[in-house]
């Protein structure tokens, strides 16, 4: 009796998809779900806990963002008191506010698990980076700043083991791929995939804001961004090993994976 919230996103759905396989009892909450979940709309809240005993958490545009930690701290507080048993939180690695919301988590008196990442490898297919892949320029204000690119297959394993398995109840686990790469070999990782000539292009923390704006996201996140993307992150972490016995998969093979879909344009031919 599970409760996913944002579980039609990038890692919820793939969540949703592997707890069904198992037969478990999966409830999608959103703002555009059948159950409908909304961060700012409180009441929206208990009705989704309604006869659930595990939930897993993630914050939308982002928990590194200023009232992030307070509403999850909320919403845990509530889960508590309506019986939830176990509450797995998606957080970001490296932010400061992303820490907050786990301590209040922690607090709220459930089991708990925190998962915590940076950058996911779909981002570059399945978000606002996408529409620039396909164009060939990738433009971030990212310099030569290097991170470990996660797969989202690999944190739905990692989540969907937490939600069923007691044994990584009281845990927190890094969640990185196997190694870090600059952006500028992203784009030469997704050129060899693609059999296209992408780039990376370096731009300011004043341009991006704009570029952030016309994908309709909060130019807050630049100023988050401006913190994270400094290398603090660049170090891979081994989570994936310690929840799962396996490495991580790596950012070559989900170039691939979605090279073939043609989701940047027509697939390449092999």
């Known amino acids: 009796m599970t409760l996913l919230i944002g579980g039609n996103g990038k890692t919820g759905r793939r969540v949703a998809e592997r707890l069904t396989r198992l037969g478990l009892d999966v409830r999608i909450a959103s703002r555009h779900s059948a159950t409908r979940f909304d961060w700012d709309d409180e009441s929206s809240w208990k009705p989704a ?14 928990l590194g963002l200023p009232g992030a930690a307070e509403k999850v701290g909320a919403f845990a507080d509530l889960a508590a008191g309506a019986g939830v048993e176990r509450l797995v939180l998606l957080s970001g690695r490296g932010e400061p506010l992303a820490q907050a919301a786990e301590q209040r988590v922690r607090e709220a008196g459930t089991g708990w698990t925190i998962v915590t990442c940076s950058w996911f490898a779909q981002n570059f297919s399945e978000d606002f980076l996408a529409g620039a892949v396909a164009g060939g320029d990738i433009r971030l204000p990212a310099g030569d700043v290097a991170e470990p690119f996660v797969d989202a297959d690999d944190i739905a394993d990692v989540v969907a083991a937490a939600l069923t398995d007691p044994r990584h109840r009281g845990r927190r686990y890094e969640l990185t791929g196997p190694r870090a790469l600059t952006f500028a070999e992203v784009a030469a990782e997704l050129s060899r995939a693609t059999g296209r000539d992408i780039r990376y292009t370096a731009i300011g923390h004043d341009e991006y804001e704009g570029v952030l704006r016309d994908a309709g996201l909060p130019v807050e996140l630049g ?10 992150n660049a170090q891979p972490a081994d989570g994936v090993r310690e929840a799962l016995g396996r490495p991580a998969r790596d950012f070559a093979g989900y170039a691939t994976r979605a090279a073939a879909t043609g989701v940047w344009g027509s697939a390449p031919v092999r």
């Open 223 to 232: 100023e988050m961004f401006r913190g994270i993307l400094d290398g603090r």
């Open 49 to 62: 806990l309604d006869g659930r005993r595990a939930v897993y958490v993630t914050f939308h545009p982002d």
